[in-house]
Each structure stands twice: as C-alpha cells, then as structure tokens.
C-alpha cells in the first residue's frame, strides 16, 4: 500500500496536495490512511519557503509524528548563501529530533557538494534518516522500517 502510495504522490494531484498550491516550489501531503507523510520541493526555493513549509506540516492537525516521512528534494534548487540557514535549522533539529517515525530524504546526484552537504548534516542531526539520491532505493528502506520491523532510530551511515 506505502509503495502504491508513494508512486502515486511522485506526481502530486493538485486537489490532493495540502498547505500549497501545485505551481509553488513544494508541496506535502499527510496520508494517515496509507500511513506516509511525503513532502516534495521542486524548482528554485528559499530557506524562508522551506522554513514555513515545515512549520505548516506540523501545524497540521493530521501531523503525527510516528509516521514515516518522504522528502523529495531532487528538484530543488536553492543558495544556501543568500539566507541566514539558523531559524530553520534549529526548527527542524526540535520538531523533528527523536520523532518515533522514519525519515528518508531522496536527493539528486548532480546536487552542489554545499547543498548535499547541508542536507546531509541536517539528516544526521535530526537523527533515524536516511539520504539516497535514488527514489525507488529510499522508498524500499522505509517500507524496511517501518512494516518489517528494523530498528529505527539509526543514524545514517557516517554520522
């Protein structure tokens, strides 16, 4: 059902997305019934569009924290430069450190060094995440998680 689910999100249905228009940046949908929260950022985005995204998806009164969690970010493109990263990063580390769900992030391989770097530290820092630049292979690991019982809460591979 997660894997049907997921498959169907990669292309997110505008009537279907929450707390975003289709022809922003990014969008997320929490799917209690099929037991996923996936949020996917597309095209050019700010730290200030990332920053209230994540504050809209726990705001949510269907947020539960237990879910696995989906971030699609092969799409984003963003400057790291230009803003102060600081807010959104302390945000995320104390929403999302020690959530009892999963979280894989899916990034692009031909991502800036700075940016997959970035990520990466955040993905250790929150703790139980994963990073893969392959969809299939991170959606694979949370099914793993979450439905044949492996321990979660480890720490990506180099943390």
Known sequence: MLKK???????????DCKGRSPFMSSDYHIATDDGLITIQVRRET???????????IVAEASYDPALPLLVDLRDMRIDLGSEDTDPFTRFVIAQFKGRPGTMAVVIDGDMSRELAAAIYWLACAVGGTEVFDDYDHALKWLIRKEFVGEPVGQQAAGC
């Open 5 to 15: 689910f997921a498959a169907q999100r990669a292309g997110c249905v505008p009537a």
């Open 46 to 56: 700010s730290i200030a569009d990332l920053h209230e995204l994540t504050q809209a």
